[in-house]
């Protein structure tokens, strides 16, 4: 799929050009700058959980707690949102202790749970004295309420969340019906020295009704595009999402 740069005189005003796949199962929204794509992310996220919480007793929000995803986070705490009804969980978790500072959880409380989103009931996926395969069973049981919401980031290397292609059992987790799976991260410089993780799958990601993949800089923007184009499924985790069946919104900045 070939998605055209904003160009002429739109280039020089903070616009999102809006471009749909051909395939209907993914769309890219390019923002002029990282000012725009902060609140137009925020904005989709946060009307697609207004308008669950509309039909919905409580709705379901998961998070990628990297850095890609700060602003964004801190943008959607302001939203004016019944947050004590919505539960908020990860996509992924490196297996630390919720309370380290490195642990994805420690980075979503500080940039989400505050504001009007301090009341939203948060759901970590390790805590002190679980074993990994409790921490996976219980992350396996909250997510039989599917997301309403998921918002992944993409590095430029390929992972998506905490799922890396070059891990040694990327095949087991890519290809697994679980929501959840437990593996060690490659070692590579985007991954150490954090090597036990446990991560949302691409079925698992598929769930939810909307996934909000936050993109950045021109390595990404190629490999959505790759993945749009329909590479095999080993290709890379974003093409195992897209092969998942995955309501994808994908948000740009150059």
């Known amino acids: 799929m070939i998605i055209p740069m904003v160009t002429g005189p739109l280039a020089g005003r903070p616009i ?3 471009l749909p796949d051909p395939a209907g199962v993914s769309a890219l929204h390019v923002h ?5 794509w902060t609140w137009a992310s925020a904005v989709a996220i946060a009307g697609e959980l207004r308008r669950d919480l509309q039909a919905s007793p409580r709705t379901r929000l998961i998070v990628d707690g990297s850095g890609t995803a700060v602003p964004v986070l801190q943008a959607l705490a302001r939203a004016p949102l019944d ?3 919505v539960d908020v969980g990860l996509t992924d978790e490196r297996w630390l202790h919720p309370d380290d500072p490195d ?3 420690a980075l979503v409380r500080r940039h989400l749970l505050r504001d009007h989103a301090a009341p939203a009931r948060f759901e970590t ?5 679980r074993r990994i395969e409790d921490a996976l069973a219980m992350a396996n049981a909250h997510a039989q309420q599917a997301p309403n919401v998921a918002v992944v980031t993409l590095g430029d290397d390929g992972h998506l969340a905490g799922l890396f292609a070059d891990a040694p059992d990327y095949a087991r987790v890519v290809t697994s019906r679980q929501a959840y799976a437990s593996f060690d991260a490659p ?8 090597s036990r993780r446990l991560t949302a799958t691409p079925w698992g990601l598929a769930r939810a009704r909307l996934v909000v993949l936050l993109l950045h800089g021109p390595t990404q ?6 993945a749009a184009a329909g590479e ?4 890379s985790p974003l093409v195992a999402l897209h092969h998942a069946g995955a309501a994808i919104q994908a948000h740009w900045h150059p």
């Open 125 to 129: 996926l390790t805590s002190a004295g």
């Open 187 to 194: 070692t590579s410089a985007s991954a150490t020295p954090w």
């Open 83 to 85: 947050w004590s009804r």
């Open 103 to 105: 642990s994805k959880a």
């Open 232 to 235: 095999s499924e080993g290709a």
């Open 32 to 36: 002029r700058d990282l000012h725009v």
């Open 221 to 226: 923007r190629a490999l959505f595009e790759a």
């Open 16 to 18: 999102t050009q809006h």
